[in-house]
């Protein structure tokens, strides 16, 4: 809940940006559709949070009041750390989608639950359901842009809404959603059968293709990672502000 | 002959058995299929083609009658295992039997799934992929590729469970007639390295691809010969609204005019050689 410590956080995580030589321009860009709800939790945190929060080791002082509004030393700090978590944590994770592919996250994810499948972690079967999702976004894509053909042609306004007209907006949406899930259950049953088909009994007595193997560089960044939070966790009362 | 590979002796399905509407989808199905045959069966939709495939695999289970596959009843659901991985089952719509988000991966699918150990899994992969001739795809994420690419794919993950018989259930009906073209190069390069073909069409010239025809009709085998006789039955094929191949036809109607124009012609070449022959021919006389 510190300046000095948020500092640090955001050095270390634009630091990792520039090792992983992704560019920052994308990285800021992944900030741009979070930016509203950042503001509006600034504007709430700064108007109604006044009295609720201390900062650590330092006297309240109110700055501004106006009926029940109280801006104190407290509020501001809050506004500001939490403004910093927030861009850290996005670019964190822009900073994991931008360079591990969605497949590879899910083999990670799959390989981290493995020790936890003999107390009935079914991690094979999640694993599953994850690509099986990712395999279907862009066919579903490909579905919805067909139906919103096929509904243009038969002469529904699909371009000109305003953002205002919610009702419509919405009634419009159902028209679509609607034989979207329709065909999505009619993949699901077919791909049921193409599993079956090709032996699938359950994630029990599968072998799998992919093999990730530690390397020195995973067990270097797990310790970096380890150490490094050790040490913020530790420091915590040497930054009372 | 020796034991066939699949035997169906009096198979019965019913759909939804115990409904008012039950649907009598196989209407007694007598058929044996011979190890290295490349069996057509031919039929419109809802003549019971698909529910025969279905019922070689142990995705249904006759409610009559008995299915045999490598002498392996389906009715024994301990058989299950063993018979799913001798049959290789490929479907009409390509994407929907796609699992996985890399080519290669998806392949590894079926051998995954009856654990074959990792070292083989690349082999058999690295194989089935070649097979097919989708080696240099391995990496691209399946929704990139072509309808025809997708289908070779589907072949692979199917073949590289190493079945003895491989069931293509109306695989090229989705594909553009050059997609067509790659995966019935594809089979039938499979089949004469010895793997037993089941293929399911509603295309009549796709009978020409196989050593033997079924035609099928309501639930019942109408017709069964070999890809030149079939065609001999011309007015029954055209009573079921089958078309016959353009070059058969043209042969029977050439025939219609010259008596001694020959009709067991299939292939379009043929057709044309013989047209050729007899052009030439005349001309030298």
Same mark, same amino acid.
């Given at each position: ?8 956080? *955001?050095? $270390? ?10 560019? *920052? ?10 930016l ?6 600034a504007?709430? !945190? ?9 900062? #650590? ?6 700055y ?5 509004? #109280?801006?104190t ?28 592919? +969605?497949?590879?996250?899910? #083999? ?28 279907? $976004? ?5 579905? *919805? ?5 096929? !509904? ?7 371009a #000109? ?6 009702v419509?907006?919405?009634? !419009?949406?159902?028209?679509?959603? $609607?034989?979207?899930f ?13 599993? !079956? ?12 293709? $992919? ?19 050790? +040490? ?10 | ?8 002796? /009096? %198979? ?30 031919v039929? =419109?939709? /809802?003549?019971? @083609?698909?529910?025969?495939? @279905? ?17 392996l ?14 049959? /290789? ?7 929907n ?27 058999? %992969? ?23 690419? @997708? ?10 469970? @190493? ?21 019935l ?19 009549? =010239? ?10 099928m ?15 001999? =039955? ?7 609204q089958?078309? %016959? ?41």
């Amino acid at each position: 809940m510190s300046y000095v410590a948020n500092a640090i956080l *955001l050095l $270390v995580t634009l630091g990792l940006v520039l090792l992983s030589g992704v560019s *920052l321009k994308y990285i800021f860009f992944g900030l741009k559709p979070a930016l509203p709800l950042i503001i509006v939790l600034a504007i709430l !945190q700064l108007l109604f949070y006044g009295d609720a929060f201390t900062p #650590h080791g330092m006297a309240s002082r109110t700055y501004f009041r106006w009926g029940w509004i #109280h801006i104190t030393n407290g509020s501001v700090q809050l506004v500001i750390v939490s403004a910093a978590r927030f861009v850290e944590l996005l670019f964190l994770t822009s900073l994991l989608t931008n360079t591990t592919t +969605l497949t590879d996250i899910t #083999h990670g994810i799959e390989d981290m639950l493995k020790p936890f499948s003999r107390f009935g972690v079914p991690a094979n079967e999640l694993a599953l359901v994850g690509t099986i999702s990712l395999r279907f $976004v862009p066919l579903l894509g490909e579905q *919805l842009e067909t139906i919103m053909k096929a !509904q243009a042609s038969r002469g529904a306004n699909v371009a #000109h809404k305003s953002k205002l007209e919610f009702v419509s907006r919405a009634r !419009q949406v159902a028209a679509f959603i $609607v034989p979207l899930f329709v065909d999505a259950f009619r993949r699901g049953e077919d791909l049921i059968l193409a599993m !079956q088909a090709r032996c699938y009994v359950g994630g029990r007595g599968r072998s799998s293709f $992919v093999r990730l193997r530690f390397q020195r560089m995973d067990y270097l960044a797990y310790g970096v990672g380890l150490v490094f939070s050790v +040490l913020m966790l530790g420091l915590q009362s040497y930054f009372p502000f | 002959m020796s034991d066939p590979i699949v035997r169906m002796e /009096g %198979v019965h399905f019913h759909y939804n058995p115990d409904s008012d509407f039950p649907i009598h989808a196989l209407q007694g199905i007598d058929l044996d299929v011979q190890a290295g045959d490349y069996l057509v069966i031919v039929g =419109h939709n /809802g003549s019971g @083609k698909s529910t025969l495939a @279905k019922n070689i695999n142990l995705l249904l289970q006759p409610t009559a009658g008995d299915v045999w596959v490598k002498g392996l009843n389906t009715r024994r659901r301990e058989n299950l295992l063993a018979i799913r991985s001798s049959v /290789g089952m490929v479907f009409q719509v390509p994407d929907n039997q796609i699992v996985a988000t890399i080519v290669e991966e998806d392949v590894a699918f079926g051998p995954e799934n009856i654990g074959v150990p990792r070292d083989e899994l690349r082999l058999r %992969v690295d194989w089935a992929l070649e097979v097919v001739d989708m080696l240099e795809h391995r990496h691209r994420p399946p929704h990139r590729l072509s309808a025809g690419q @997708k289908q070779r794919v589907a072949i692979a993950g199917a073949i590289a469970i @190493k079945p003895d018989i491989l069931i293509l259930d109306e695989a090229t009906s989705l594909l553009d007639p050059k997609g067509r073209e790659e995966v019935l190069r594809a089979v039938r390069a499979l089949n004469e390295e010895g793997m037993t073909v089941i293929a399911i069409t509603h295309f009549m =010239h796709e009978a020409t691809e196989g050593n033997r025809v079924v035609v099928m009709e309501e639930g019942k085998i109408v017709l069964e010969a070999s890809p030149r006789a079939v065609f001999d =039955h011309v007015e029954e094929l055209r009573a079921l609204q089958l078309d %016959v191949p353009q070059p058969k036809e043209l042969a029977y109607r050439l025939n219609g005019r010259d008596p001694t124009f020959p009709t067991d012609v299939v292939m379009v070449e043929e057709l044309v050689d013989e047209v050729e022959r007899r052009v030439k021919g005349g001309r030298r006389q």
